[in-house]
């Protein structure tokens, strides 16, 4: 048998292993994303405190590996467009909803509502028809959106405040989706893209907030400031981006999607333990409807 056969057949275990184990630290950074946002929303920090921190520490961590960008990034205004509606836009606004809503509700409604959201924008964005098998595995996204409300809906959680966050929430959602979608039409290459996104981000909001926007950071502990500064500049910023790509890589781009599904559920689990949230049995439903959605989406679709 040949030598380098044999080597290769050994070595796709390994390969497998550690596809799973990046997408496996992207689920984790990003449900512990939505905790982490939660928690400094229920502290004195406000949306803008938390946006800064993130965009902050980001920038700095990425400024030694920026030198290198090209002139020509800093006068492209898709880039521009990519920065502002990815990093600063999307950032406020998911802030502001995780300061009223539950983590779980962010959960179903930022990630477990991307397939849902890219597949409508990319059809009228890009003129992308979905196929037959895709709206079909769409269906239960929308049912478990519908369990998240219905509490609401039926009158026996009435609560404005959670209202306004869940529309902030489903908001962030459809940025964040408009931006993959763009990010798609114009096919950046992801480390430029990353790089840039902070720190152009960061040269606009930083300038806003400081002079303009209402300001939390004094009224909590350092150890909150570090905690939402390095974990929120460094996990989701940096390191999910990297486990992500090397995820996809190995794994190819459905499996990953499959596992990202997991992001909804840990989240809402861990929110009870760890932020004492309630776990409606509506709210389960919601959970298990999204993450079943987002597998069948994830899918390839059958020829």
Same mark, same amino acid.
């Given at each position: 048998?040949?030598?380098?056969?044999?080597?290769?057949?050994?070595?796709?275990?390994?390969?497998?292993?550690?596809?799973?184990?990046?997408?496996?630290?992207?689920?984790?950074?990003?449900?512990?994303?939505? #905790?982490?946002?939660?928690?400094?929303?229920?502290?004195?920090?406000?949306?803008?405190?938390?946006?800064?921190?993130? #965009?902050?520490?980001?920038?700095?961590?990425?400024?030694?590996?920026?030198?290198?960008?090209?002139?020509?990034?800093?006068?492209?205004?898709?880039?521009?467009? #990519?920065?502002?509606?990815?990093?600063?836009?999307?950032?406020?606004?998911?802030?502001?909803?995780?300061?009223?809503?539950?983590?779980?509700?962010?959960?179903?409604?930022?990630?477990?509502?991307?397939?849902?959201?890219?597949?409508?924008?990319?059809?009228?964005? #890009?003129?992308?028809?979905? $196929?037959?098998?895709?709206?079909?595995?769409?269906? @239960?996204?929308?049912?478990?959106?519908?369990?998240?409300?219905?509490?609401?809906?039926?009158?026996?959680?009435?609560?404005?405040?959670?209202?306004?966050?869940?529309?902030?929430?489903?908001?962030?959602?459809?940025?964040?989706?408009?931006?993959?979608?763009?990010?798609?039409?114009?096919?950046?290459? $992801?480390?430029?893209?990353?790089?840039?996104?902070?720190?152009?981000?960061?040269?606009?909001?930083?300038?806003?907030?400081?002079?303009?926007?209402?300001?939390?950071?004094?009224?909590? @502990?350092?150890?909150?400031?570090?905690?939402?500064?390095?974990?929120?500049?460094?996990? @989701?910023?940096?390191?999910?981006?990297?486990?992500?790509?090397?995820?996809?890589?190995?794994?190819?781009?459905?499996?990953?999607?499959?596992?990202?599904?997991?992001?909804?559920?840990?989240?809402?689990?861990?929110?009870?333990?760890?932020?004492?949230?309630?776990?409606?049995?509506?709210?389960?439903?919601?959970?298990?409807?999204?993450?079943?959605?987002?597998?069948?989406?994830?899918?390839?679709?059958?020829?």
């Amino acid at each position: 048998m040949n030598p380098s056969f044999e080597n290769a057949t050994a070595r796709r275990p390994a390969a497998a292993l550690q596809g799973y184990l990046a997408a496996l630290g992207t689920v984790a950074i990003w449900a512990g994303f939505i #905790l982490i946002s939660r928690l400094g929303g229920k502290s004195a920090l406000t949306g803008w405190d938390i946006a800064a921190l993130r #965009l902050g520490v980001g920038s700095l961590v990425l400024l030694p590996f920026s030198f290198s960008l090209p002139r020509s990034v800093w006068t492209d205004l898709k880039l521009w467009i #990519l920065a502002l509606s990815g990093g600063a836009v999307f950032l406020v606004t998911i802030y502001a909803g995780l300061k009223l809503s539950p983590a779980a509700h962010g959960g179903i409604l930022v990630p477990g509502m991307q397939p849902f959201l890219v597949t409508l924008l990319a059809w009228v964005v #890009l003129g992308t028809r979905p $196929p037959r098998q895709r709206i079909i595995a769409l269906l @239960p996204i929308f049912a478990g959106v519908v369990c998240v409300a219905m509490p609401t809906m039926t009158g026996l959680q009435p609560d404005l405040s959670t209202l306004t966050g869940d529309a902030l929430l489903l908001s962030a959602s459809a940025i964040w989706a408009l931006y993959s979608v763009l990010a798609k039409r114009w096919a950046y290459d $992801p480390w430029v893209l990353t790089r840039f996104l902070a720190l152009a981000s960061c040269l606009v909001y930083m300038p806003i907030y400081l002079v303009f926007c209402p300001k939390g950071i004094f009224d909590v @502990p350092f150890s909150m400031l570090a905690l939402q500064g390095l974990y929120q500049g460094i996990g @989701p910023t940096v390191l999910a981006m990297l486990f992500f790509l090397r995820a996809v890589a190995i794994l190819g781009a459905e499996r990953t999607g499959a596992l990202i599904s997991l992001v909804p559920i840990l989240a809402g689990l861990g929110a009870v333990p760890l932020l004492d949230e309630p776990l409606s049995i509506w709210l389960v439903a919601g959970l298990l409807f999204v993450s079943i959605g987002a597998i069948l989406a994830a899918r390839p679709i059958r020829a």
